[in-house]
């Protein structure tokens, strides 16, 4: 089993006297319902689970009153057995399905804070659902992503997994040890982070039984292209979607509107683009033109690239071969880069980086990433072999002088000169090195 690190958070909501009903939103088919389960099973004496996509009659209990003391009783027959107060975990799944069971969480709030609530959804079904009626302010939100690396390597191999963890200065690991980091990191770039996905391989150790999950989450994001895309947007969902992986292949990734339709401008295509956003499936960051505090004051929101929430999906919608990252020592040359990157902000984001930028100078320098640690605006470089001369990463430092940098790549960890080389295989835990915010 993936142990998520989200469960640590769930728990602190569990234990805090002023918890409010729990909203965990996330992509679809990225674990929400297996890690409620499991988190009910661990911390409750009960769980009463309720799917309103499956149990067509469930939504009828929301539509009679708000009252959650009657709902609570119906939920009890339905469930057939007690629903009581701090021992009961009540899982509301599927909740976009029900706008008056999403807005009944307000009612929990006031009337019945002593039951333990947690509702969850698609990012974009909750969206949808806000539209109608959204209880805001009475409820706390967690957000849940596709599996990160050092959560699969904990599953895969839990000593290699607690080794990365001890490492407490950014000193270089017994070369011994690195051929079976980067194993793991080329078997994460193939899978992606879906926990199916990593389930499947983990159980049977085929890619090609993996490669057939991630082909099926696809095809069921696809699906919901047309279920619930307003029709106008559909064909040009399908259009942004397939374009995207062309977009990153090209040696500037900037996001061009022609790429997609010959023609197209921003306004022909800008309903689509929030709509993949909004369902959490891409990632979106906007170029900025001086690195300071706040960062969204200084974006130039015409100048984009877009990567996929995870970075397994984009490698197979590319059309990149898994023997290619699996076998090739130049891991990343197929494909420019550009799924190291994806990793790169699939991993920051996963651990809890948000408003992350990129930065040009002209055409003269680039730095993949930029993002605020405390009170400093750090740039983040992000090489995919051994060959990290940076120079567009040594322009920024000279023009504006951060406290350190970081660089991701397959290099040995090592600080040098306030830049921090970190394997990319050790990301989810560069924390551990640099200082603090």
């Known amino acids: ?157 839990p000593q290699l997994a607690d080794y990365a963890k001890s490492l407490n200065e950014a000193a270089p690991l017994p070369e011994a040890v690195i051929p079976e980091y980067e194993t793991h990191l080329r078997r994460y770039l193939v899978m992606g982070g879906m926990p199916e996905v990593l389930s499947t391989f983990l159980e049977t150790q085929n890619i090609l039984s993996a490669e057939k999950v991630q082909d099926e989450i696809i095809h069921s994001y696809e699906l919901d292209f047309s279920k619930h895309a307003p029709t106008p947007d559909i064909a040009k969902l399908f259009l942004l979607w397939k374009s995207i992986p062309l977009q990153l292949a090209r040696e500037n990734a900037k996001f061009l509107y022609g790429e997609v339709k010959p023609g197209a401008r921003a306004k022909d295509l800008e309903d689509a683009l929030r709509w993949l956003q909004e369902a959490g499936l891409i990632n979106k ?98 090489k995919s072999g051994t060959n990290v001369r940076a120079r567009s990463l040594k322009i920024y430092r000279e023009k504006y002088a951060p406290p350190f940098a970081l660089r991701f790549s397959m290099q040995n960890l090592k600080l040098d000169d306030g830049l921090y080389n970190i394997p990319l295989y050790l990301l989810p835990y560069y924390e551990n090195w640099i200082p603090k915010g």
């Not at 009657?70 to 021992?87: A, D």
């Not at 100048?303 to 090739?328: C, M, P």
């Open 1 to 157: 089993m993936i142990e998520r690190n989200l469960m640590t958070q769930l728990l602190a909501w569990k234990n805090d006297s002023r918890r409010k009903p729990l909203i965990l939103r996330g992509v679809r088919q990225c674990g929400k319902t297996c890690l409620l389960r499991e988190f009910g099973k661990r911390y409750f004496s009960n769980v009463a689970y309720f799917n309103f996509e499956r149990n067509e009659q469930l939504p009828l209990v929301f539509d009679k009153d708000m009252n959650p003391a009657r709902i609570l009783m119906e939920l009890s027959l339905l469930n057939r057995s007690k629903i009581e107060p701090q021992t009961t975990l009540i899982i509301f799944d599927e909740i976009q399905a029900s706008p008056k069971a999403l807005n009944s969480l307000k009612y929990f709030c006031e009337e019945k804070p002593e039951y333990a609530l947690v509702a969850a959804g698609s990012l974009l079904g909750i969206t949808l659902s806000a539209q109608v009626g959204f209880p805001v302010g009475k409820v706390n939100f967690l957000e849940l992503y596709p599996c990160s690396f050092d959560e699969y390597l904990g599953a895969a191999d």
């Open 285 to 382: 960051i906007n170029r900025i033109e001086k690195p300071d505090i706040p960062l969204a004051a200084y974006e130039d929101r015409k100048s984009f690239k877009l990567y996929f929430s995870d970075t397994g999906l984009l490698r197979r919608l590319a059309g990149v071969e898994a023997q290619t990252i699996l076998l090739n020592h130049d891991i990343f040359n197929e494909f420019r880069g550009r799924i190291a990157e994806n990793f790169v902000l699939q991993e920051l984001t996963a651990h809890g980086k948000r408003n992350i930028h990129y930065w040009t100078s002209g055409n003269t320098a680039e730095v993949d990433f930029i993002m605020q640690h405390g009170s400093s605006v750090i740039p983040v470089e992000v």
